[in-house]
């Protein structure tokens, strides 16, 4: 059994709690994501798991055996760091079999090992070669081929791509996902990348102040967020957000009383940029001024002032007749609105 589960998982350094009592079941098999800004301890409860943090209160257990105090050898997890730790010295195929030379392994077992996991990563034609001989993607994937090596029971990655450029970021992260595919393996993965998670993740666990804000699939997040702080992270383009209020049952942006009924609790709304439509005076729920258009070539942002709610950014394919400071109209999707109270927590859903 590769299933991971933190029971009331808590991490102090001195007087300073880093982690507070965090509950998370990882099924066998899940492609499982820890994302959140830095500091919110995501890599430290990877650490934890891999057993290179001490844990100050409740259980890691990894199938069914409480790892606690078990050295990190002989939790059968193998970890793939930010820097990619080679030996310069070895070949490629001698990096790959060190840990299993140690270990007294044979050396029949070790070459077929060695074998499969370059065969797997398509680093057959580059095993009698140095590191220094390869790209960094190429490094990264030696890495990756060294735990596979050791048929460890979870993977366990901690911002692997990081020091890649992005088309080697994009090209490594198809090779993992593919990688979790064909091994059928228990992986967890610490990233700060929103490209990365939502495109690897089975679920995605939004961390913040060491503390689990929401766990469910990367739809489920940018979909239905649980609070404004999931709402604000998950999303390749920032959520806008707006004070607002009720007027006779009536949801009131700025000085624009709109026609959606709401509740008295919402005091903040967000929309994401494609979500807002850009639109004709008569049907626009916003106005306002552009400040400034960013294209990206299959789609662009247009980021405009409004009189009283601040800067918005509203993402669409086609701004070919959009300029910059002249006005704009948007209209809100109202089934894409979300609702927040004064807690940041989602309220109820909008009727229009």
């Known amino acids: 059994m590769s299933n991971v589960r933190l029971e009331n998982v808590s991490k102090t ?9 965090v509950d998370l079941a990882i099924n ?5 994501v820890f994302v959140g800004p830095s500091g919110c301890g995501k890599s430290t409860l990877l650490r934890m798991i891999a057993g290179l ?46 840990g299993l030379e140690i270990s007294k392994c044979p050396k029949d077992e070790i070459e077929e090992r060695v074998n499969n996991a370059a065969r797997i ?18 490094r990264q994937r030696v890495a990756i081929g060294r735990a596979i090596v050791r048929e460890p029971k979870v993977f366990l990655f901690d911002e692997p791509l990081s020091n890649l450029d992005a088309a080697l970021r994009g090209q490594t992260r198809l090779e993992i996902a593919k ?40 739809l489920e997040l ?3 967020p649980a609070n404004a702080f999931v709402a604000g992270f998950i999303g390749g383009q920032k959520m806008n957000f707006m004070p607002a209020s009720s007027r006779d049952g009536k949801l ?16 903040k709304v967000g929309i994401r940029p494609e979500h807002l439509q850009v639109s004709t005076p008569e049907d626009a729920h916003l106005s306002g001024r552009v400040e400034y258009v960013e294209m990206f070539g299959d789609h662009t942002l247009i980021h405009f002032e409004t009189e009283d709610l601040g800067l918005i950014t509203v993402k669409v394919e086609d701004s070919s007749d959009i300029k910059e400071n002249e006005p704009i109209y948007v209209k809100l999707l109202a089934e894409r609105l979300h609702l927040f109270d004064d807690s940041g927590r989602v309220h109820d859903a909008i009727s229009h």
Do not use: C
Request: hydrophobic share 35%.
């Open 13 to 21: 350094y001195g007087d300073m709690k880093i982690i507070h009592g």
């Open 28 to 32: 066998e098999g899940e492609f499982v």
């Open 53 to 98: 943090e001490d844990i100050t209160g409740g259980h890691i257990k990894i199938g069914d055996k409480i790892v606690n105090d078990m050295p990190s050898p002989q939790r059968g997890i193998a970890m793939v760091f930010q820097s990619y730790a080679l030996y310069p010295h070895m070949t490629v195929r001698r990096n790959m079999a060190f």
């Open 121 to 138: 990563l398509q680093l057959e034609p580059y095993l009698n070669r140095m590191p220094k001989e390869l790209s960094g993607g190429q």
């Open 179 to 218: 990688l979790h595919s064909s091994l059928g393996a228990t992986m967890i993965y610490v990233t700060h990348d929103q490209v990365e998670a939502m495109t690897l993740a089975d679920r995605i666990v939004v961390l913040n102040g060491g503390r689990i804000e929401q766990v469910g699939t990367p």
């Open 222 to 224: 940018y979909s239905s």
């Open 252 to 267: 009131q942006l700025g000085q624009r009383v709109l026609p959606f009924s709401v509740s008295s609790s919402v005091t």
